[in-house]
């Protein structure tokens, strides 16, 4: 039986696998979205396909760290991945604060104290965890990556 799992780790195939992994969420959110919101713009729609896709090669690239550059402490993936996933949403919302926030209060939309567009801030912490685990799982990580 062979494994999966590349002989050698590789950064090129972490970003691949990320860039990926990222263009599914997206193309996900490309076609779902309108489902939700029916007057969602495309250039939202085009933004969320992009904007994952993206994700996933910055995840990717920062594979190579596996301890934190200044302050020397272990930083494995299912740390690093969410913490990037988390961080480059919440400055999706800061951007795109009103386009998200026609998402959470249409009327198809979920109610209650959910109604806050800083939600997608945790989907981009699971998006990241996904990301980061297909990743670290058939790219490898660490500074043997480069």
């Not at 690239?61 to 200044?70: D, K």
């Not at 302050?71 to 993936?77: A, E, F, G, S, V």
């Not at 009327?107 to 945790?122: A, Q, R, T, Y």
């Not at 790219?139 to 480069?146: A, F, K, L």
Request: hydrophobic fraction near 55%.
């Amino acid at each position: 039986m062979t494994s999966t799992l590349p002989t050698k780790p590789s950064l090129t195939l972490r970003i691949g696998i990320g860039k990926a992994a990222g263009f599914v969420i997206g193309l996900a959110g490309f076609f779902l979205l309108p489902l939700f919101v029916p007057d969602a713009s495309w250039m939202l729609r085009w933004g969320i396909l992009l904007w994952y896709t993206t994700l996933g090669a910055i995840i990717g690239v920062f594979g190579v760290y596996s301890h934190h550059p200044v302050l020397h402490l272990p930083l494995p993936w299912w740390t690093r991945a969410p913490s990037l996933g988390a961080w480059m949403n919440f400055i999706l919302i800061l951007v795109a604060y009103d386009e998200f926030s026609k998402i959470m209060t249409a009327p198809d939309s979920i109610v209650g104290p959910f109604k806050s567009p800083f939600w997608f801030v945790l989907e981009g912490a699971l998006v990241g965890l996904i990301i980061g685990w297909l990743a670290t799982r058939f790219g490898g990580e660490g500074p043997e990556t480069v």
